[in-house]
């Protein structure tokens, strides 16, 4: 999960630094990082990105409930809109098993084991995923005020983790 939570961390950062477009560099060095890992590393990737979908709506589900409010209703209709005006990113054919991913996790499904139903992962799908989650701890982050907080939640519960 650690390499997943550094991509998003690493988009985060070049969106509050005002990059909006990936750089090429950037992207050669996530390409090349991704080339190492072999396909079991994808794998690990993928698995982590589903992680941090899940873990991120159950915090914005308990967020939601404390208010009286229901993540679902709050979030993915948000999250579907904001892809749909990212054509080039997410493909409209991806939105839908996005939209499930963020429905299954809000409801205390693992996220990798409903996309698992419906075979492998596709390349069209990856850029949609790191959209995905990358959208959940922006909105997150513009809930607590804290350009930082869902990166940080998630390395915080990590390292609780591998203390216990």
Known sequence: ???ALMMI???????HDGRSQTDAEQQALTDQFAASLGPRGVD????????????FMQWLRMAYE??????IECVVPNLVATMRMMPRSVRPEAIPTMAGLLVAAGTGLSPSLWRKQYGDWTMDEMNPLEATAFLLAEHINRLTDDC??????ITEALTRADEA
């Open 9 to 15: 961390d690493s988009r985060l950062k070049a969106i």
């Open 1 to 3: 999960m650690g390499a």
């Open 66 to 71: 404390e208010h009286g409010k229901d993540v």
């Open 44 to 55: 690990d990737i993928l698995d982590g990105a589903c992680t941090l979908i899940y873990m």
């Open 148 to 153: 930082d907080f869902a990166t940080r939640m």
